[in-house]
């Protein structure tokens, strides 16, 4: 079967670095995606892997291991608007999307 | 405003009721797709379309149909609605459905509806 891993919550502090892991096992791979939701609204999108390596986006970074199975992101230099979900989401050989549970992540002042 | 609109914002229903759930984008997108999110769980693919005149069935399609009759709109029909489909439905577009940056979807509001 098909399976998205990442942990349910973690907490921070405004200021710090946090690293958000993912791991998969999915039928093929056509790529990797990182989502942020906050509470009460829709997804939105934040980066997209598919070659090994690191992606940096501004205060964000994605990271892609194709042979681990294996990805995380980073968020760097925490603000309490930073407060949210963070969905990991594997492209599969079908083209469909296969999505992780999300992971909480709170922001402590 | 480019993007993705759903009606209704909220619904309550009663059991056993036929209800649609509405969704239009104006991206001119080729793919899109209905999801549903439960607590808990990561999103769950319902249906997809991957251009006008074609769609596809997902992870979780008893009880529910579409159609796409046209690029932008894609409906989401519950013919006989039952309390366990009762969730916040997502209507997202990609570009292309076929591999690569362009699959990158994108979610319209939501839709939180809740069946008695």
């Known amino acids: 079967g098909q399976n998205i891993d990442q942990p349910t919550e973690m907490t921070a502090t405004e200021g710090a670095i946090v690293q958000i892991n993912c791991t998969y096992q999915t039928s093929g791979f056509n790529g990797l995606f990182w989502y942020q939701q906050h509470a009460g609204e829709a997804p939105t999108f934040l980066s997209y892997?598919?070659l090994d390596g690191l992606e940096e986006k501004g205060r964000f970074s994605s990271f892609l291991s194709r042979s681990k199975g294996y990805s995380y992101l980073l968020l760097k230099e925490l603000q309490m608007k930073d407060s949210a979900s963070y969905l990991c989401?594997?492209?599969?050989?079908?083209?469909?999307?296969?999505w992780g549970a999300g992971t909480k992540l709170i922001i402590k002042p | 405003i480019a993007g993705i609109t759903q009606a209704p914002t909220s619904q309550i229903l009663a059991a056993g009721r036929r209800m649609t759930l509405r969704c239009t984008q104006d991206m001119r997108h080729n793919a899109m797709y209905w999801y549903r999110q439960d607590l808990g769980l990561g999103l769950r693919l319902i249906h997809y379309s991957n251009t006008a005149g074609t769609t596809g069935k997902g992870e979780v399609p008893d009880g529910y149909s579409v159609s796409r009759a046209n690029t932008d709109d894609f409906p989401l029909t519950l013919a006989s609605a039952v309390p366990s489909q009762t969730s916040v439905y997502f209507c997202a577009s990609s570009e292309a459905a076929s591999g690569g940056a362009t699959d990158t979807q994108y979610f319209g509001p939501g839709t939180r509806l809740t069946v008695l």
């Open positions: 892997n598919v």
């Open positions: 989401a594997v492209l599969d050989s079908n083209y469909q999307l296969i």
